[in-house]
T-cell receptor, first 110, second 118 residues
Framework: GIQVEQSPPDLILQEGANSTLRCNFSDSVNNLQWFHQNPWGQLINLFYIPSGTKQNGRLSATTVATERYSLLYISSSQTTDSGVYFCAVERMDSSYKLIFGSGTRLLVRP | GAGVSQSPSNKVTEKGKDVELRCDPISGHTALYWYRQSLGQGLEFLIYFQGNSAPDKSGLPSDRFSAERTGGSVSTLTIQRTQQEDSAVYLC????????????????FGQGTRLTVV
């Protein structure tokens, strides 16, 4: 099956710093989503981005489908950004399921 | 409803008992998914529904696990004879994906059911 690798696995930032999270995938995809799992376990949709670039406030994401990777940028980080960031992909075949990476655990210190 | 709703939020059960977990997808969403997340781990796919049928049950870990969906809406995940290793958060998601000529769409998750088997 498709492999989804996220890096780094853990990240500690000082409030105000910028960061880049990476997601590599091993096959062509129809769908790619970034999620933030908050400390209460809720998965919050950040971006639906099978290709191209999107921005939402301090967050932006870029997916280069031909090179099979996606990047999530967090600028001017805040303590509320802490949590786990997941990348999930849907393979380009008849399968509908999202396959998740193992996540990047982010801690933003005040 | 406005979002995916799961019930109960928390469930503590004794080993060997059966449990039922419920998922109400977003209204109009034809695709429904169940995932499991063990403590500190990623999300493990369990089963996918398109309407009332389940074309992909590949993630169900054993025959103690089953799921159904009725009326193209509510889904129930049943775990029989629960074991301690079944303890996890069970997450449900829904999306608009339809038919074999699917179009790409976004999945939305519920808040999950935290299952503890003692």
């Amino acid at each position: 099956g498709i492999q989804v690798e996220q890096s780094p696995p853990d990240l500690i930032l000082q409030e105000g710093a910028n960061s880049t999270l990476r997601c590599n995938f091993s096959d062509s995809v129809n769908n790619l989503q970034w999620f933030h799992q908050n400390p209460w376990g809720q998965l919050i949709n950040l971006f639906y981005i099978p290709s191209g670039t999107k921005q939402n406030g301090r967050l932006s994401a870029t997916t280069v489908a031909t090179e099979r990777y996606s990047l999530l940028y967090i600028s001017s980080s805040q303590t509320t950004d802490s949590g786990v960031y997941f990348c999930a992909v849907e393979r380009m075949d008849s399968s509908y399921k999202l396959i998740f990476g193992s996540g990047t655990r982010l801690l933003v210190r005040p | 409803g406005a979002g995916v709703s799961q019930s109960p939020s928390n469930k503590v059960t004794e080993k060997g008992k059966d449990v039922e977990l419920r998922c109400d997808p977003i209204s109009g969403h034809t695709a429904l998914y169940w995932y499991r997340q063990s403590l500190g781990q990623g999300l493990e796919f369990l089963i996918y529904f398109q309407g009332n049928s389940a074309p992909d049950k590949s993630g169900l870990p054993s025959d103690r696990f089953s799921a159904e969906r009725t009326g193209g809406s509510v889904s129930t995940l049943t775990i029989q004879r629960t074991q301690q290793e079944d303890s996890a958060v069970y997450l449900c998601a829904s999306s608009l994906a339809q038919g074999i000529y699917k179009f790409d769409t976004e999945a939305f998750f519920g808040q999950g059911t935290r299952l503890t088997v003692v």
